[in-house]
């Protein structure tokens, strides 16, 4: 057997770390649009109150082993906090969500190169991936709003009855059953039955946010 590839990146026309640390820089994080200017921000009357529950529910689903990111603040701190003190984290995030406000500060993270296990060569950008460690107070911002989502995409209506990914209580258990189903109850009158799967690799570290916001609207 030949000698495993090194998996420390030797990038062409990157010879030293400076150039490296740039180069895998511009594969993660293409430049960006130029940013809308700011607005006045205005409450939104039919924004539903934040409530220390609905706090706590998040909570309980963050792991105190996830590493923070520049704040260094792990969610167990958090969790001590709010056993001490239950409203304070919901007064810090009930306003962000009544003005649909996002700061900026809450948006520093820190990154993490790593490398793909298993490949021949690591002479490009594509055979490592990185790893992005949010501020826990961010994350559990944007759990709120997701658990706010997907509860109202699931009121209207707006999701399709054989959807399972990201909804509570159903998994990609629930879909591979669903599928199995299918398929047996197809081979009884002795059909054909081909299944089709699509994997759309690098969309969403790419995705032009302001083009998916306007398409939203």
Known sequence: MGKPAPRFPSLPDASTPTQINDSLLTHFFPPEPPRPLPVILR????CSLLTPNEVATILAKCSPSSAPGPDTIPYSVWKALRRIAPGILTSLLAPLLVYG??????????????????????????SFRIIVLLQTVSKILERIVASQLSAITRHTG??????????????????CTSLVNTVRILQGPGLKVFSL???????????????????LR
């Open 158 to 175: 707006l999701l399709p009855h054989n959807q399972c990914g990201s909804l509570p209580s159903l998994s990609s258990f629930d879909t």
């Open 197 to 215: 799967f699509l994997n759309i690799k690098g969309s969403f570290d790419n995705i032009n946010a302001d083009i998916l916001c306007l398409s």
């Open 43 to 46: 409450p939104y009357a039919d």
């Open 101 to 126: 406000h996002h700061p900026s500060s809450m948006k520093k993270d820190n990154g993490v190169i790593l490398d793909k296990p298993g490949k021949p060569f690591y002479d490009s950008p594509s």
